[in-house]
């Protein structure tokens, strides 16, 4: 005869009860730990993209969209800068590094980014097959995008215009696998990167039979651009005076990647406030249900507990009986929301890579929130169960026995 | 050895029952005898420590019960007192020898399973130690509740109405039971009861004086 055998024969005469209130709770914490977890695993992903770029520049237009452009490769740009311009900046005092990235061409919707070997070396990705291109037109391919095509060192594809679907091929300017990457968890995984003079050949080509307006004219001589430049500062001094260089000149327009995807998080938050703001709620609702449930239990077993009392048991084996009840059920709530909480971020996770040309989450480790969920759960139930266990502490065994 | 020395009890603040004086030596067993709803399970809670007496004293071997305060009352309850109450009283969803084993769980001391055992084969339900409670039938779970009552080797055993609502034979059984488990735990046995049958049993009765 155990003192948990005792509280096991009282929560299996309520089965139903307690059934429905460890679901509640489960809800409530699986609800919130996923909220934690994805918001975790999006910050992570968005940290990582980010590398350590402090400032983007980009042709004018919102600072928002050339950041969701240039770094996170989720928008389209705002329009291209001069070649002329970006190697001025790429010269700068102030400038450590300068990455540019020409943006245009898609395959099966994965990016086809023209830049630098420096660009792979942001994300610390290393080659698992091949070499990094020497010439125009040989391309590297991220772990994701040579993994869901399975590209190989020796293809040859065909890039399209645009930076998704696939209606208008350059068919004249086929470009040649000759690297594949490591996976990075970044966003180089999901792209295809090449020399930027690669861009310029595709789309300088000039179709005879094609009489697009925008295509280039060959009797203008034709400036070359990239689509953004992607700057470390050399010091401090860079973030007050480099930003204002960029405004002074028209064109363009400098976004500091931290500002605005602090920004984002903001918009985002409000969706995540009132996702959290519900998960709260279900976990106030699980309080009170085990209040009640804990509340109704002692009403119940009011003789049984004056039994204890007239064999010889001091209070405090009642409020410990009482206490232990809602803890094992706080307990049992809390590994179940646990086990909710990382399904629904597995789930999240899964749907952000089934959506191929979107960034792909990975849920964090096992970590403090794992922990928190299930402790917090217990917490919530002991707190329930005060009332209650004071309660039949307080048993008078003497008017619940001489009753009958 | 019990002694009571005009010991009175009730409910709330009002004095229901009185009994002027009764001393059981060891083995000994006694009628409490009185109307229904007189008071007698009062003063066998207040015999026990769990109804606060109004007046007197009830000792056992020399401790004065009134004495005792706190978790001392609760160990020498749980140590040297036996109670059967009148709806017997087993919890559901434990197992007959669990049921039994209670009496050492709340009184806060070892439990020995063996002997919990045997004690369930002397009164014949050695098959039935590890069926649940609920499943006994009601001679059955009277009779565990007398084992749970003599487990301890108490110095007293007090029993509520044991032979209510059972025919003769049943009636019987339980008073041999009784005054067997006496004579083995060398327990003072004082039963609360109304019922005639008893009183042809056990010649020692006392009747309780009902105070208004």
Known sequence: MTLAKLVWSFIRRRPLTWGFNVLTLGTGVAVVLALVLVSQAITNRFERDLAGIDLVIGAKGSPLQIVLAAVFQMDTPTGNIKLSQARAFAQNALVAQAIPVSMGDNVHEARIVGTTPAYAALYGATLAQGRFWTKPMETVVGASVARRLGMRPGQVFIGAHGLSGSADLHRHTPYTVVGVLKPTGAVIDRLVITDVASVWRVHEYIDPNDHDEDAPDPSKPHEREVTALLVKYRSAMGALMLPRQVSAIPDLQAASPAIETARLFSLLGVGADVLRGVGAAILG??????????????????RDLALLRALGAHPSLLLGVVALEGALMGLAGGVLGWLGGRGLSLFAAHASQVAASGPTLIPPPLGLPDFVAIAASLVLALVA???PAIIAGRTDPARELSGG | MLVIEDLAAGRGQRAVARLRTLRLEQGEAALLLGPSGAGKTTLLLAIAGLARPFAGSASIDDVRVLDLKGAALDRFRGRHIGFIF?????????TTLDNILLSPFAAGVPQDRAEAASLLARLGLADKASRPADRLSRGEAQRVAIARAMLMSPKVILADEPTASLD?????????????????????????????????????????????
Do not use: K, M, N, W
């Open chain 2, 168 to 212: 003769d034979a049943a009636a019987d059984t339980v008073a041999s039971l009784l005054l067997d488990a006496a004579a083995e735990t060398g327990a003072a046995l004082l039963i609360a009861t109304h019922d005639q049958r008893l009183r042809r049993r056990i010649p020692r009765q006392v009747e309780i004086e009902v105070l208004s």
């Open chain 1, 385 to 387: 169960s005060i009332g």
């Open chain 2, 86 to 94: 009148q709806d017997i009283h087993l919890i559901s969803g434990l």
């Open chain 1, 285 to 302: 609702l699980a309080a009170i249900g085990f209040f009640i449930a804990l509340f109704g239990a002692v009403s119940q077993r009011r």
